[in-house]
């Protein structure tokens, strides 16, 4: 448990503070939660590199269920428009984030013996793309609105030129790229820290 707490503590504030983020704007494509967000990719990549997959699953865990409990929470606290984490966000970002935490995990793993930037820079990559693709389509799609028929997202279903410029698509697809792009930015980024933070862990690891 002793080296599990430094990922915990920082996993568990990563999820918090993205939810309580992304309840404000920057810009008109993002919120404030896609630049603290991608920062559970660099948790999950040194706890990996310094304790390996059992350790780097068990924080993933607990920050799928404080995750969990943050939906819950903002199930329960109503904003302008109805309730802050309605039932399709809540389950999309459940899934994205522990669907693409385990894939994080497997490619660091697979990739773990070669170059030391090779396994977070394309683990992140693939976990992060595979989390937009995944939020996103679950929340806003108008294909899944079974899921809750009673939430209106037809506001994300709004034709649009994509980012404002490019060819028309869904609303929702413009906030998708707009994320995923933030991801790969601080994918690339984020090197540096895990970099120096692994060092300091294991000064062993040249």
Request: with cysteine; aromatic share 12%; glycine share 8%.
């Amino acid at each position: 448990m002793k080296q599990m707490l430094p990922g915990v503590i920082a996993m568990a504030a990563v999820v918090v503070a993205s939810n309580i983020l992304v309840q404000f704007l920057f810009g008109q494509w993002l919120t404030w939660g896609a630049f603290t967000y991608p920062i559970a990719f660099l948790v999950t990549d040194v706890m990996n590199r310094v304790y390996g997959t059992q350790i780097a699953r068990r924080v993933v865990f607990i920050g799928f269920l404080t995750g969990v409990a943050c939906s819950l929470i903002g199930t329960q606290i109503v904003g302008e428009f109805g309730p802050l984490v309605t039932l399709r966000i809540a389950i999309g970002s459940g899934i994205a984030f522990l669907t693409a935490q385990l894939l994080d995990i497997a490619v660091f793993n697979r990739l773990r013996e070669g170059s030391w930037w090779r396994a977070p820079l394309a683990s992140s990559v693939i976990g992060s793309s595979v989390d937009t693709a995944l939020f996103f389509t679950i929340a806003f799609s108008q294909t899944l609105v079974f899921i809750e028929p009673s939430n209106d997202v037809s506001w994300a279903g709004e034709i649009l030129p994509i980012l404002g410029t490019g060819p028309e698509a869904p609303l929702w697809v413009s906030l998708a790229i707009a994320d995923w792009g933030v991801k790969l930015a601080l994918a690339l980024i984020a090197l540096v820290p895990f970099r120096m933070i692994v060092r300091r862990m294991t000064p062993q690891v040249a």
